[in-house]
């Protein structure tokens, strides 16, 4: 509860300072995190900050994302990571439309990851997962074996605490 809070507080402070979209909604992966309004404003927070995004692209019927959802959001180890990045979920109509989104196909969940200077990163994907859906993940582990695979990536930008 406290945790949120405070990360509601920095949220409010970094969106007065790029001056985009409210905080987004959790969508079920968890309150804790501190998510970006929309796909554009946490790219623009991302590229103020320098900090990566992670991009979660999921459906409101799949039960593959209502299986990951509680996973993600009780993920001790994603919520450490999560500070490093811009946290951006997308739900049914809000997905993409642009294929750079989907490069290797249209399945959900998708996880994608933006680099600090906006662009979508498709060297970042589930190594531990099937080379034909190379961007969905089912367990925390992977999800937090790419974020830090992101973060080596890109170690020689300066993140904001």
């Known amino acids: 509860m406290v945790a949120g809070n405070i990360a509601r507080a920095f949220c409010g402070f970094l969106f007065s300072q790029v001056q985009c979209a409210a905080i987004?909604?959790?969508?079920?992966?968890?309150?804790?995190?501190?998510?970006?309004?929309?796909?554009?404003?946490?790219v623009q927070i991302a590229t103020h900050h320098k900090k990566p995004v992670m991009v979660i692209i999921h459906k409101s019927w799949c039960s593959a994302c209502k299986n990951l959802k509680p996973k993600f959001a009780n993920s001790?180890?994603?919520?450490?990571?999560?500070?490093h990045f811009v946290?951006?979920?997308?739900?049914?109509?809000?997905?993409?439309?642009?294929?750079?989104?989907?490069?290797?196909?249209?399945?959900?969940p998708?996880?994608?990851?933006?680099?600090?200077a906006g662009r979508v990163d498709h060297e970042i994907f589930n190594e531990d997962g099937s080379s034909q859906h190379k961007y969905f993940y089912s367990r925390p582990e992977q999800i937090a074996k790419s974020m830090k695979k992101v973060l080596d990536k890109y170690r020689q930008q300066q993140f904001d605490v």
């Open 110 to 116: 998708r996880i994608l990851f933006i680099s600090p």
């Open 24 to 42: 987004g909604k959790d969508n079920g992966f968890g309150s804790e995190y501190v998510w970006a309004g929309s796909l554009e404003s946490g």
């Open 87 to 108: 946290m951006v979920n997308l739900i049914d109509e809000e997905e993409p439309k642009n294929n750079k989104f989907s490069p290797d196909g249209s399945y959900i």
């Open 76 to 83: 001790t180890e994603i919520k450490s990571l999560s500070r």
